[in-house]
């Protein structure tokens, strides 16, 4: 028996996989503006029937975002590995969903957990450090306000300890094992001198 959060966390290159979004209101946009915080070139196609002018604004800002503006079709999840729907309409997520399924492509549905294969957690971003944060679907206002407290906790110097921690690596000499007793030696110590 699972207890707690049982879900993967996982990071995903989002310029390498092709995202549909269904809806192109507040939650489309929304959905897109979390997408492109994590990858300014992700592949995404946008189906609706109408667009906020935001959205319109964010595609002209970047060559790898398509509108489609019409209802959605069953072809639109010809190619797509992940699909986000964010309309108001229910039933459409549904049947949206299961086709998706029979395709294999995994499925976020915008505030309904239950029929989602995946969720959109919070991230926080320090250079090249991401830390992601998931509530298991029950709380994104706690995920949020968490965000706030690591953005504020995490110094900007983040990313510079990681590059020195990375020509450290790079110079040490031996296998995998040796590397990562030698880095956690090196990291232990910074934390024992309250150097971090």
């Given at each position: 028996m699972t207890v707690g959060n049982s879900l993967f966390p996982v990071f995903l290159k989002l310029n390498?996989?092709?995202?549909?979004i269904v809806g192109g209101g507040n939650?489309?946009?929304?959905?897109?503006?979390?997408?492109?915080?994590?990858?300014?070139?992700?592949?995404?196609?946008?189906?609706?029937k109408r667009f906020k002018a935001e959205i319109r604004?964010?595609?002209?800002?970047?060559?790898?975002?398509?509108?489609?503006?019409?209802?959605?079709r069953k072809s639109d999840l010809k190619g797509k590995d992940l699909v986000?729907?964010?309309?108001?309409?229910?039933?459409?997520?549904?049947r949206i969903r299961s086709l998706a399924q029979k395709k294999h492509v995994l499925?976020?549905?915008?505030?309904?957990?239950?029929?989602?294969d995946?969720?959109?957690?919070?991230?926080?971003?320090?250079?090249?450090?991401k830390i992601g944060i998931s509530t298991n679907g029950?709380?994104?206002t706690f995920s949020r306000r968490l965000k706030e407290v690591l953005n504020e906790a995490l110094p900007d110097e983040t990313e510079l300890l990681?590059?020195?921690?990375k020509v450290i690596r790079d110079r040490l000499k031996g296998d995998f094992s040796f590397k990562v007793k030698a880095l956690n030696s090196i990291t232990k110590s910074l934390i024992d001198r309250n150097e971090i």
């Open positions: 390498q996989i092709q995202t549909l939650v489309g946009l929304e959905k897109l503006d979390a997408l492109l915080r994590n990858d300014h070139e992700a592949n995404v196609t946008i189906v609706a604004h964010r595609q002209g800002l970047s060559g790898q975002i398509k509108l489609i503006e019409r209802p959605f986000i729907l964010a309309t108001d309409d229910h039933a459409l997520h549904v499925v976020n549905v915008a505030d309904t957990p239950g029929l989602c995946f969720y959109l957690g919070s991230t926080v971003k320090k250079g090249d450090l029950k709380s994104p990681l590059r020195n921690l």
